[in-house]
C-alpha cells in the first residue's frame, strides 16, 4: 500500500515539475519580448515546452552530479571495441 502512495506522490511531482515549466515559459513569454503576442499563441508556447520538457525526463536517463566521494565510480574507464 505504501508503494502505492509513494509512486503516486513521485507521479504528481513530476506532473507539477512539467506544469511549472509550463508556466515559467509563458510567464517569460508575456514580459519579455517588445512585441506583444496573442494569448493563445502564448498558451501554445507554453504547453509545447511543457510537453517537451516532459518527453525529455520521460526518455532521457537521469543524471546525478556525486560529491566527489566516489572518484573511482565516476572515472570508468570506456571499453572501446576494434574489428579487424
Excluded at 505504501?2 to 511531482?13: A, C, E, P, R
Excluded at 510567464?27 to 511543457?50: C, F, H, Q, V
Excluded at 556525486?66 to 572501446?80: E, F, Q
Aim: aromatic share 4%.
Amino acid at each position: 500500500m505504501t508503494d502505492i502512495i509513494q509512486s503516486n506522490i513521485h507521479k504528481l511531482q513530476k506532473i507539477t515539475k512539467y506544469i511549472l515549466m509550463g508556466l515559467i515559459v509563458v510567464i517569460a513569454t508575456k514580459y519579455i519580448p517588445d512585441n506583444l503576442l496573442k494569448t493563445k499563441e502564448i498558451i501554445m508556447i507554453g504547453a509545447t515546452s511543457s510537453i517537451s520538457f516532459a518527453i525529455l525526463d520521460m526518455i532521457s536517463p537521469a543524471v546525478q552530479v556525486s560529491s566527489g566521494k566516489n572518484v573511482d565510480t565516476i572515472k570508468a574507464k570506456p571499453t572501446v571495441l576494434v574489428e579487424n
